[in-house]
Nanobody, 121 residues
Framework: QVQLVESGGGLVQAGGSLRLSCAAS????????MGWYRQAPGKQRELVATITTGGSVSYADSVKGRFTISRDSAQKTVDLQMNSLNPEDTAVYYC???????????????WGQGTQVTVSS
């Protein structure tokens, strides 16, 4: 069993900041790339940011310069620091990780349950 558990969502005013955290637990041999996605009401889930095992990062254009993704491989965590939030950032944010459970397994993607971020104007 593998779980990804997010925390840190909530309600914030426009211009404010939030920090999301995601922790992986369970039977895990290795974790590859990790990332954050979001889904706003009536919209498709979209990529927000990703980070590789080597620390290479990529961001959606809409969050560049405002969001920062980081990871602690030893702790099996990935964080998303979100600054200068605006109402368009309102969504459910999901943690994603490519996890290899056993040495002979292939990696496959796992998802957290999601955490709500609401930005008021």
């Amino acid at each position: 069993q593998v779980q990804l558990v997010e925390s840190g969502g909530g309600l914030v005013q426009a211009g404010g900041s939030l920090r999301l955290s995601c922790a992986a637990s369970g039977t895990i041999f290795s974790i590859g790339s990790m990332g954050w996605y979001r889904q706003a009401p009536g919209k498709q889930r979209e990529l927000v940011a990703t980070i590789t095992t080597g620390g290479s990062v990529s961001y959606a254009d809409s969050v560049k310069g405002r969001f920062t993704i980081s990871r602690d491989s030893a702790q099996k965590t990935v964080d998303l620091q979100m600054n200068s939030l605006n109402p368009e950032d309102t969504a459910v944010y999901y943690c994603n990780a490519n996890i290899q459970r056993y040495v002979l397994d292939n990696s496959k993607p796992y998802w957290g349950q999601g955490t709500q971020v609401t930005v008021s104007s």
